[in-house]
Each structure stands twice: as structure tokens, then as C-alpha cells.
């Protein structure tokens, strides 16, 4: 029988494994792929047996949902939490778009955005996985939204305003960037991002 002592390490030290597993799962998998990513690969890359694995992962479809999961949990501390802390509002459409660009420019992920990545390659392949990524994008452009209601109530943008239109605007310039700049590695295309952001709120 174990101590309560020694139960808590081994739960504490399967955590720290797990989160390993996660960490090198989401750096894989934007560049090669979730389909891809293989439990004898990541073993190979954490340095952990497949058995070992497997203890947390049952199968390919629970790895690949907890890396969603974990990739997203990495986002918002770098992308979302970044933008939490401007006023409600134009500022915070800003801070978002600026916070994502800047995510690129850090190379958080390999491959670039995550989720650009993953919608890319799972759009064409119902299920579990493509839906977590579905609700991720969900989540996504629902705060654009509402942060542009709120610009709207406060009469930075029009009345009549296409705030469908707007999201979709900024979306796709955002997505354009993370693809060129992944291609070309060049800081100028997100600059040239931030300025299109910007001049297309201006035109708003």
C-alpha cells in the first residue's frame, strides 16, 4: 500500500510527463501534422517508451484531442490573455490582431498557427477532431464579434457596420499572414499585416 505521500509524487511526476508529452505533441503536429503525429514518434522525441505512453493516451484520437486541447491552452496564454488586457473594444480588436501576428513573429509553434494548420488539414475529415478545431475557430471569431459590438456601441464604428463581414475580413488577413510569413520568414509580411489590419478598421 502506498503513503498518501508517495501517491501524490507519482500523481504530481505523471502530470509533468504528460505535459512533456503535450508540449512536444503541439510542436510536431503544426508541422507535420495531427494525423501524423504518432504515439512511437513522440515517444522517440520525449525519450518515453510506447508503453509509457500509452498510460496516458489510449488511443491516436485521445492523443490528438488533448493536443487541440493543450495547443489552445498555449494560445490563449499568448494570444488571448495579451489582448484581455485592453479596454474592451477597438482596442482589444487591435491587441487580438496584434497579439497573433506577434505569436507568428515568436514562432510559438513551429509551423505557425497551430489551428490555421489543423483546420487546414482536418477541414475535409468529419469527426471528433475536426470538431474540437471547429469550436476552437467558433470561439475564435465570437470575440472578434463581440469586442466589435462593443466598438460599435461606442460609436467607433458605423451603426450599419457588417460586423459579419468585418470578422471575416480580419480573419482572412490574419490567415494570409500566418501562411506567407510561414513560407517566406520574413518579419515584413506581418508588418504589412498590422497595417492592412488597421486600414481596413480605418475604412470601417
Known sequence: MTSPI???RHRSGGARSRAAILDAATRLASTRGLDRLSIGELADEVGISKS???AHFGSKEELQLATIDAAEAIFNRVVIAPSDAARPGMAAVLALCDAFLDHLRDKVFPGGCFFACASAEMHARPG???DRIAEFDGRWRGRFKRHLETARSDGDLPADED?????FDLDALLYYAHGAFSFRDDPAV???ARHAVRRRLRAA
Open 6 to 8: 508517495t501517491d501524490r
Open 52 to 54: 509509457g505512453l500509452y
Open 190 to 192: 506581418l508588418e504589412q
Open 163 to 167: 460586423l459579419d463581414a468585418l470578422v
Open 128 to 130: 471528433p477532431v475536426k
